[in-house]
């Protein structure tokens, strides 16, 4: 177990997009663990609110909300200089809404960024900042040859297939959204590097668990699940057959606070984080899963494949492991099963129930 070095440091910890998926799951675990923590959200994506009541109620005191846009530079400044560490998980996170919208996605990902890092640049001690970073900044991948599989695109390369995308794959920026997420990116790695600014990056594959509110453009595994729970049909962009390692909710959490507490060696450095090829799976395969976890079949959808869709991504772990000593991640099929439990409740969807008429919408 490392020793937390921050300990004895009486200053807050900030979640910027605190109420949302990773970012409620991350504030948990430091209130839980005794610190105080600036929850700072704009409220905006569905289901926040309700992850925000969770965490008030949990910890009370403990979570300070401050509502407001990380493009509000003058109340990102104020948190971020009151905080010992920033884990900046706030973004506009679809690809389709950044194909529809690249200027307010830019303005969100790059420019909220920079607040981030200028608050931590020109503060008297500044704060650790630990970015959410995407797979995407490496684009589709469209070099690399694929076999398909029982269990859907897996690479020719033996050593991809083997161990996964590693740190030192390019990076080759695919739609308005891997821009932005790429230049954010970039940023905190040089702000490190030119202001000596304490920070670092999570390349982040597909994560999933408690607390997710997945729609069909973000947060594929519990969006699967909540269709699948309301007997609704499911639309799958491509031909189902693509591989992603996913990784449930609170190794990612392990992962970020074990990179913060190691921050004085590692600032300035990337780790990609995913499940690893032991839970590379298609989308296929967890559908089928879902089936039986559900018990009724689930009524698919199919259309074209989406601009920078990757065939296969998954995260070769070899380096976060052995910098951050991290345990190996739960088993995808059990951490699917705990998902769909959590959401049955939140939902008041009883698993195994008739499922709903189905929406019938027009390809």
Known sequence: MTTDPHARDGRPILVTGGAGFI???IAHRLAREGHNVIV?????????????????????????????????????????????????????VAVTTSLVDPRDDFAINIAGTLNVLEAAR??????????????????DLADLAFDETANGYQPVD?????????????????????????????????YARSYGVPGAVLRMSCIYGERQMGTEDQGWVAHFLIRALEGRTIDIYGDGHQVRDILEVSDAVDTYLAL????????????NLGGGPNNAVSLRTVLAEIEAIVGHPIDLRFGDWRAGDQRYFVAD????????????????????????????????????????????VAV
């Open 23 to 25: 970012g409620s799951n």
């Open 317 to 360: 772990r070899r380096s976060a492991d052995a910098a951050l000593g991290l345990a190996k991640p739960a088993d995808w099929r059990s951490g699917l099963r705990r998902l769909a439990t959590w959401l049955s409740a939140e939902r008041n969807l009883p698993l195994g129930a008739a499922p709903q008429p189905t929406l019938k």
């Open 40 to 92: 700072y959200d704009a409220l905006v994506r569905e289901g926040v609110r309700r992850n925000l009541e969770w965490l008030k109620s949990s910890h009370g005191d403990k979570i300070d909300v401050r509502i407001a846009d990380i493009r509000n530079e003058a109340a990102m400044t104020d948190a971020v200089q009151a905080s010992q560490a920033v884990f900046h998980m706030a973004a506009q």
């Open 260 to 271: 913060w507490r190691q921050i004085d060696r590692y600032s300035g450095h990337v780790f």
């Open 122 to 139: 020109l503060s008297p001690q500044p704060p650790a900042v630990i970015f959410a970073s995407t797979n995407k900044v490496y684009g």
């Open 158 to 190: 033996p050593l991809v297939k083997a161990y996964g995308i590693g740190e030192a794959r390019p990076l080759d920026f695919h739609t308005p959204y891997g821009c932005s997420k790429g230049a954010a990116d970039q940023y905190v790695l040089d």
